[in-house]
């Protein structure tokens, strides 16, 4: 089902929430509605169930006008962030609760039911868990009967608020993968909300960035990390290097021999991984030394500062392979070159100057 | 050695142990003053009661509680519980729903309202219904000229009682559902429940036991309730005197036996809701 949103805004009291905010939502895609927290992305992702109402806008499922149904004539599965397992009721008897309260002219018979729950619990691996209550369940398990139970009533979209929020590191890698295969197996439209840009850029197939109610950026991971579109974006995926060269600290780079690739703009943001850092001789005349630096894993994290500006000139993070660290024999206090490959240029001296501003 | 075993095998109670252990005198002082004063003031005025009751054997006992009058109290007592007790339990789930599930304007001044019979003298209470319905009252005229009694008449009982009674069960159901949130009624019905669905397989389960004990409370005091009824009661005996009126009248009267036995089962009632109470809270407290 595809979900389109078009100029959506909600107000909580002066706060304002969602700010006119458009949206196609293609079928079968897994989105990732990602921003900080407050940004309005679990404000969006209720309204699409029918759990809120915008102020103004239409919620438009397939094409029809939902604005005013509510959340029980959607056809939406929707997993809630502490998953709102009913406590009193046996995990079998809560995958059950949406098939038992159907009209009786639409509700199979019981032993429909029971081969369906039996069948969703098999697909998320704890049927054996059947009879348990929800509190003798790990986050996890819970997490996966709760999607379970959203899948039972067969929805076209299914909307997950935060769902590996609550969840130890090492369960929530693994459940990030097995939401992804189980979105390739079911291909149901999905959205989930997340404050997790890894978390994003590992599930999802397309990533909207939110912040302050507003949409900064739609497009798959890769777009997203190679072509922001602003310097939230920038700096929210990843992590990158802001060089504001007009500023006291950055001034130096300037008139430096360090290469940017072009200079369209005042601030520049370059990932870790686009610095290039080559050792030099001891008698050479860099300004640039290696502070500290981190094993990651695969990558070496290298920190540098410019000695001729203690104090004002921040530090600088390059990432290379440990392979290549290993080779280059680099020591702490070494003297290195710098090479930037590539870079992103925002002016952001010049003020923001909204369209809407410009009319007057 | 093995007492040294023993506190590497059990450390944590023995540090305790030792970091709180009071000396003896006053441990077992502050247990005989905790215990005398339960049975000054507890155990031995429920025990004469029962002694009163049987002063002169158990056959006068038993007469006294099958006189016509005591048998009037007990069966206007038991309707005027009959009638409060669900009332009141539809206008507590009401209000405590209201309050916990929606946002609107003077939210905290109706929670205060809620709280106002517990604030204000029963007596008081009493007072204003015999102001509004009485002879003399704001709607007295009417009543009387549509031949309505309500003042010294059974409905001033029952609607003395309900008004004296409604904060119980509110004030049970309202916590305990703020503390539930609404994360499993809105999952119910994004499963497609509907609104009565939701509510008789959702939050019925949940709020049960804290709604039990609500029940159970404000049934003990709709049928203790002493001074509002007393009011707009008028004392006419086997017409409308609740038990609690007819032991004072008994007792006014030198029927010491009958006065006891009427309380006698006023006070075993008050025993089982002591125990029935105490179940509730132990079976809350394994859930």
Redesign the interface.
């Given at each position: 089902m595809s979900i389109v949103l078009s100029n959506i805004s909600k107000k909580f009291g002066q706060f304002s929430a969602l700010d006119h905010i458009d949206l196609e939502i293609p079928e079968g895609e897994l989105v990732a509605l990602l921003g900080p927290s407050g940004c309005g992305k679990t404000t969006l992702l209720r309204i699409i169930?029918g759990?809120e109402r915008p102020d103004d806008g239409k919620v438009l499922l397939s094409g029809e006008d939902k604005t005013d149904h509510?959340?029980?004539k959607r056809g939406?599965?929707?997993v809630?962030q502490?998953y709102?397992?009913?406590?009193?009721m046996t995990v079998f008897d809560n995958v059950a609760?949406?098939l038992r309260?159907?009209p009786t002219k639409t509700r199979p018979s019981e032993a429909i039911i029971r081969k369906n729950v039996h069948d969703l619990l098999n697909l998320v691996q704890l049927d054996w868990l059947h009879d348990r209550f929800p509190d003798q369940l790990s986050g996890g398990q819970r997490q996966r009967i709760a999607l379970a139970?959203?899948l039972?009533?067969e929805p076209k979209v299914l909307l997950l608020d935060e769902p590996f929020g609550a969840l130890d590191a090492s369960v929530r890698k693994e459940l990030r993968l097995w939401l992804r295969h189980l979105h390739n197996e079911l291909n149901v439209t999905t959205i989930f909300v997340t404050h997790d840009q890894e978390e994003a850029m590992e599930v999802a197939s397309q990533i909207v960035v939110l912040n302050h109610g507003k949409i900064e950026q739609k497009g798959t991971p890769t777009q997203i990390y190679d072509e922001p579109k602003n310097d939230f974006v920038s700096q929210f995926i990843g992590h990158t290097n802001v060089f504001h060269l007009e500023n006291d600290g950055d001034t130096w780079l300037k008139g430096s021999s360090i290469v940017l690739d072009n200079t369209d703009g005042i601030t520049a943001h370059v990932r870790p991984h686009h610095i290039g850092v080559e050792k030099l001789d001891e008698n050479a005349s860099s300004p640039i030394s290696l502070k500290d630096w981190q094993h990651l894993g695969a990558t070496i994290r290298l920190e540098l500062t410019n000695d001729e500006f203690k104090g004002t000139a921040k530090v600088i993070y390059a990432e290379m392979p440990s392979d290549q660290f290993k080779q280059s024999r680099l020591k702490k206090g070494d003297k290195v070159a710098l090479f930037i490959r590539q870079a992103h240029w925002f002016n952001l001296e010049k003020p923001h100057v909204p369209e809407a501003a410009t009319n007057f | 050695m093995t007492a040294i075993t023993q506190e590497i095998n059990n450390p944590k109670t023995s540090v305790t142990a030792s970091a709180l252990r009071d000396p003896d005198w006053l441990k077992y002082g502050l247990i005989a003053v905790a215990l005398s004063f339960i049975f000054l003031f507890l155990c031995l005025p429920l025990g004469l009661v029962v002694f009163q009751a049987l002063s002169k054997g158990f056959g006068a006992f038993l007469s006294a509680l099958s006189q016509a009058d005591t048998l009037a109290a007990m069966k206007l007592t038991l309707l005027t519980a009959l009638v409060t007790v669900p009332l009141n339990t539809v206008f507590g789930i009401a209000a405590a729903w209201s309050i916990t599930r929606f946002e609107f304007k003077g939210k905290s001044f109706l929670t205060t309202l809620i709280d106002l019979p517990f604030s204000v003298s029963p007596v008081i209470s009493g007072v204003i219904f015999v102001l509004l319905f009485g002879m003399q009252g704001a709607f007295g005229e009417w009543l009387s000229d549509h031949d309505i009694k309500i003042i010294f008449a059974v409905p001033g009982i029952v609607l003395a009682t309900l008004f004296v009674t409604f904060p119980f069960v509110a004030r049970q159901l309202i916590p305990l559902m703020q503390e539930m949130g609404c994360e499993e009624e809105e999952a119910a019905l994004s499963l497609g429940a509907s609104g009565w669905q939701m509510f008789f397989q959702i939050t019925l389960p949940n709020i049960k036991w804290a709604l039990l004990y609500g029940v159970l409370l404000c049934n003990a005091r709709a049928m203790g309730e002493f001074g509002a009824v007393s009011v707009v009661s008028g004392h006419i005996r086997g017409l409308t005197n609740t038990l609690p009126l007819h032991v004072e009248v008994s007792y006014n009267d030198y029927d010491v036996v009958g006065a006891f036995a009427s309380a006698s089962i006023l006070a075993s009632l008050a025993i089982v809701t002591l125990i029935l109470k105490t179940l509730l809270e132990w079976k809350q407290g394994t859930r």
């Open positions: 169930a759990l509510d959340v029980r939406i599965g929707f809630f502490h709102a397992l009913f406590r009193h609760f949406g309260v159907k139970r959203a039972a009533v | -």
